[in-house]
């Protein structure tokens, strides 16, 4: 995957650490779900960001379906 990168606005990253920080306040994550929790949150952040480029980009990258994020 070093040939593929995502590239999010400064705004969107800053936003997926802090939904992912919350997340994990909140809720015990098991380790096999730590990269589902932290693709849910990149999606949703770069969608409120307005990046559906970088929304997409995330299912190729990490293989985990929007379906799956939104479930």
């Not at 400064?10 to 909140?26: Q, V």
């Amino acid at each position: 995957m070093a040939d593929r990168e995502l590239r999010l606005s400064n705004h969107a990253l800053h936003l997926s650490f802090n939904y992912f920080d919350r997340f994990l306040s909140r809720m015990q994550c098991g380790e096999r779900s730590l990269q589902l929790v932290s693709t849910a949150c990149m999606w949703v952040a770069a969608k409120v960001d307005g990046s559906t480029k970088t929304a997409s980009q995330l299912e190729e990258l990490t293989g985990i379906e929007r379906r799956d994020i939104i479930e």
